[in-house]
Nanobody, 123 residues
Framework: VQLQACGGGLVQAGDYLSLSCAASGRSFSDHAMGWFRQAPGKERDFVASISWSDGSTLYADSVKGRFTISRDNSKKMVYLQMNSLKPEDTAMYYC?????????????????WGQGTELTVSS
């Protein structure tokens, strides 16, 4: 089971960017997926999550209204559309699979992680 995140890059404040996460291996139809980010010298923080079963979503307050998480079960893909980017969004972004019925904003509940894709937002 592997997760492959991509789509990061260097953008300017106010720009938009979309991240993708491809899941390979076993079916993820019974898991939730999440995006986390980690800025240099900081902890890995929750960004957004989405349930495979009903598509329910959860967002960190810092990205609410700017970021949108979505998924395509048939393609085993999860996306993070990021609009109105700010310099404080600069971080390494990770996708992860939650394998237990627990809080989706707790990184401890995610057992499978991708390698990360880096986003830099210049001011």
């Amino acid at each position: 089971v592997q997760l492959q995140a991509c789509g990061g890059g260097l953008v300017q404040a106010g720009d938009y960017l979309s991240l993708s996460c491809a899941a390979s291996g076993r079916s993820f139809s019974d898991h939730a997926m999440g995006w986390f980010r980690q800025a240099p010298g900081k902890e890995r923080d929750f960004v957004a999550s989405i349930s495979w079963s009903d598509g329910s979503t959860l967002y960190a307050d810092s990205v609410k209204g700017r970021f949108t998480i979505s998924r395509d079960n048939s393609k085993k893909m999860v996306y993070l559309q990021m609009n109105s980017l700010k310099p404080e969004d600069t971080a390494m972004y990770y996708c992860a699979a939650k394998t237990v019925p627990a809080r989706p904003d707790d990184r401890g509940n995610y057992a499978i992680w991708g390698q990360g894709t880096e986003l830099t937002v210049s001011s």
